[in-house]
């Protein structure tokens, strides 16, 4: 599978998430991108940052991948919206990219986030990364959108150790006006199939003043959950269960349904193919 000669130069390790990169994988031809989203066995990430402490618990390394279906008026890197705009990497090379950060990972109690752009739009790439990482014992996470979720089987989900949940809005009109159009009857979706498998999963909302600090939604959200659930992140759904605040745990278990209209049968395509638009 043929790579961009200038991509291939440029180091995988960012000095921070919001350096900016564009154009390193124009080079690639549709044909190898259309096999990468197809099989995982390349994917495009924008970079590998080090020592966050905000992206799971302990220390972590995030990779961002590119390609991203939603266009949210606060997005802090959106050069990441555009798949050809990131590095086209191996599978391999992603691998030994965190494997040489794993002793250390594991004694900081510390993992390896996924994150983006949104990863699930590379959805063969990200299993297949996050399953090798999680192989060597170390612990993992993948921060989405949820608007693919169905994208991931359930073997995969529960290969995961924790999901990030990047909750836009609390009502479709305000999932739309964030977004720049897109319902969130998928991410609504998701976040219940995960609640089914028990998984540990952080709701993670963005306050921006003026646009999602509706104050109203944000009292009947927080009147159901328990205190110490707030001293960690925010949440959107109607109850939690358990929550840990320590730091060395995997995350939130929940235990909820979010209660809305089922929606009328709708036919759409989902292929991760239309990544590479602008």
Same mark, same amino acid.
């Given at each position: 599978?043929?790579?961009?000669?200038? =991509?291939?130069?440029?180091?995988? $390790?960012?000095?921070?998430?919001?350096?900016?990169?564009?154009?390193?994988?124009?080079?690639?031809? $549709?044909?190898? %991108?259309?096999?990468?989203?197809?099989?995982?066995?390349?994917?495009?990430?924008?970079?590998?940052?080090?020592?966050?402490? %905000?992206?799971?618990?302990?220390?972590?390394?995030?990779?961002?991948?590119?390609?991203?279906?939603? *266009?949210?008026?606060?997005?802090?890197?959106?050069?990441?919206?555009?798949?050809? @705009?990131?590095?086209?990497?191996?599978?391999?090379?992603?691998?030994?990219?965190?494997?040489?950060? =794993?002793?250390?990972?594991?004694?900081?109690?510390?993992?390896?986030?996924?994150?983006?752009? $949104?990863?699930?739009?590379?959805?063969?790439? =990200?299993?297949?990364?996050?399953?090798?990482? +999680?192989?060597?014992?170390?612990?993992?996470?993948?921060?989405? @959108?949820?608007?693919?979720?169905?994208?991931?089987?359930?073997?995969?989900?529960? @290969?995961?150790?924790?999901?990030?949940?990047?909750?836009?809005?609390?009502?479709?009109?305000?999932?739309?006006?964030?977004?720049?159009?897109?319902?969130?009857?998928?991410?609504?979706?998701?976040?219940?199939?995960?609640?089914?498998?028990?998984?540990?999963?952080?709701?993670?909302?963005?306050?921006?003043?003026?646009?999602?600090?509706?104050? *109203?939604?944000?009292?009947?959200?927080?009147?159901?959950?328990?205190?110490?659930?707030?001293?960690? =992140?925010?949440?959107?759904?109607?109850?939690?269960?358990?929550?840990?605040?320590?730091? +060395?745990?995997?995350?939130?278990?929940?235990?909820?349904?979010?209660?809305?209209?089922?929606?009328?049968? *709708?036919? *759409?395509?989902?292929?991760?193919?239309?990544?590479?638009?602008?």
């Amino acid at each position: 599978m043929a790579t961009a000669p200038a =991509a291939a130069q440029v180091n995988l $390790e960012a000095k921070s998430p919001y350096e900016m990169r564009v154009h390193l994988g124009d080079d690639v031809p $549709e044909t190898d %991108v259309r096999t990468a989203l197809r099989t995982g066995d390349m994917g495009f990430l924008h970079s590998y940052t080090t020592g966050s402490a %905000v992206d799971g618990p302990g220390i972590r390394v995030v990779a961002w991948t590119t390609a991203c279906m939603f *266009r949210c008026r606060y997005c802090h890197n959106p050069d990441t919206w555009t798949l050809s @705009n990131g590095i086209p990497v191996t599978l391999e090379r992603a691998i030994d990219g965190v494997r040489k950060y =794993a002793p250390g990972l594991k004694l900081m109690h510390g993992g390896f986030t996924l994150s983006g752009g $949104e990863p699930l739009m590379q959805h063969r790439f =990200a299993a297949r990364l996050l399953a090798a990482v +999680n192989a060597m014992g170390v612990h993992t996470a993948i921060e989405t @959108n949820g608007y693919y979720g169905e994208n991931l089987s359930d073997d995969e989900i529960r @290969n995961i150790d924790l999901v990030i949940l990047d909750m836009k809005a609390f009502t479709r009109t305000q999932h739309e006006r964030v977004t720049g159009g897109m319902h969130n009857e998928d991410v609504l979706e998701f976040c219940n199939r995960l609640s089914e498998l028990k998984r540990p999963m952080w709701l993670r909302y963005v306050l921006v003043p003026g646009l999602t600090d509706i104050q *109203r939604k944000w009292k009947r959200s927080r009147s159901s959950a328990p205190r110490s659930a707030w001293s960690s =992140a925010p949440r959107s759904c109607r109850s939690i269960s358990s929550a840990s605040t320590s730091g +060395n745990d995997s995350g939130w278990t929940t235990s909820w349904r979010i209660r809305r209209p089922r929606p009328a049968k *709708r036919s *759409r395509a989902r292929s991760t193919s239309s990544a590479r638009r602008d």
